[in-house]
């Protein structure tokens, strides 16, 4: 089973910035939807970044919209999730995902999962 790997978490201040990275292992960031996910405690997992395998599109949960990033590096085979101004609310296990070609409509088709990295940002 594919395994992918988170790093980049930690400890912040509100308005501070992370930089989460994501190897995927042996899968292909070209070929698959490839998508950050958080669980807070208590709360249901969301999306909230997700790139297109074909193309590169992008797409944010409206409550990170402005404020994260999600990009590829093609030749480390790499995605970054880059957070700024970030807040409490963001407080969260944060993990990458990949679903095979292209994105689907509906954010329930990734497949392979990493193990999650933890964000905490304190006010």
Known sequence: QVQLLESG???VQT???LRLSCAPGTLT???NCMAWFRQAPGKE???VARLNS???DTEYADSV???FTISRDIAKNTVYL???SLKPEDTATYYCAASPGRCRPTWDSFIA???GTQVTVSS
């Open 54 to 56: 074909s193309n590169g």
């Open 29 to 31: 960031v070209t070929r």
């Open 9 to 11: 978490g930690g400890s």
């Open 65 to 67: 919209k402005g404020r």
């Open 82 to 84: 880059q957070m700024n």
């Open 45 to 47: 997992r969301e999306g």
């Open 113 to 115: 999962w990493g193990q």
């Open 15 to 17: 308005g501070g910035s």
